[in-house]
């Protein structure tokens, strides 16, 4: 089946800083989604994003289908930002999100 | 729209004991899902629907049922909870043809 990796697994900024969280998967796909969930558990969808670029205020996602890889970019992190970061994939009939194990980020004062 | 809702936020359980996990959503999407998210994992998913009256199941379904009689709704069951069951559930729906996943706000369980 489709693997997703995602890479820090756990990042530390200082606010203002930037940072790009990486998304790989094993598979060819063309519906990658970008999920925040913040310190109280709620998942919120950032992007879908099967390829290309998209920006949304300080966030934006790349897509490299062919190079099966994904980009989360943050810049100037708040400590609002704070949270896991998912990637996750659809895969199958059902659409199941197939979900990569997250990027951890603290964003301190 | 008050999107995908879900109750209870938080229950505790004794191993044996059974309990329906609620799931309501307005947005009149045909597909809905039950995942559940182990601590420091992505989610699995354990039963979907794709419109009234069909379910299938996910990754994990064992130890659940589900049932889907109307658009709005996917309740999840437990029967016979089990301590591998502590978890945190969270039930999801989409459009058709769209990819797009709206998540609900999770029910953290704990089984004791």
């Known amino acids: 089946g489709i693997q997703v990796e995602q890479s820090p697994p756990d990042l530390i900024l200082q606010e203002g800083a930037n940072s790009t969280l990486r998304c790989n998967f094993s598979d060819s796909v063309n519906n990658l989604q970008w999920f925040h969930q913040n310190p109280w558990g709620q998942l919120i969808n950032l992007f879908y994003?099967?390829?290309?670029?998209k920006q949304n205020g300080r966030l934006s996602a790349t897509t490299v289908a062919t190079e099966r890889y994904s980009l989360l970019y943050i810049s100037s992190s708040q400590t609002t930002d704070s949270g896991v970061y998912f990637c996750a994939v659809a895969a199958g009939n059902n659409r199941k999100l197939i979900w990569g194990l997250g990027t951890s980020l603290a964003v301190n004062p | 729209n008050a999107g995908v809702t879900q109750t209870p936020k938080f229950r505790i359980l004794k191993i044996g004991q059974s309990m329906t996990l609620q799931c309501t959503q307005d947005m009149n999407h045909n597909y809905m899902y039950w995942y559940r998210q182990d601590p420091g994992m992505g989610l699995k998913l354990i039963y979907y629907s794709v419109g009234a009256g069909i379910t299938d199941k996910g990754e994990v379904p064992n130890g659940y049922n589900v049932s889907r009689s109307t658009t709005e709704d996917f309740p999840l069951r437990l029967e016979l909870a089990a301590p591998s069951q502590t978890s945190v559930y969270f039930c999801a729906s989409r459009e058709g043809g769209r990819e797009t996943q709206y998540f609900g706000p999770g029910t953290r369980l704990l089984v004791l």
């Open positions: 994003i099967p390829s290309g670029t």
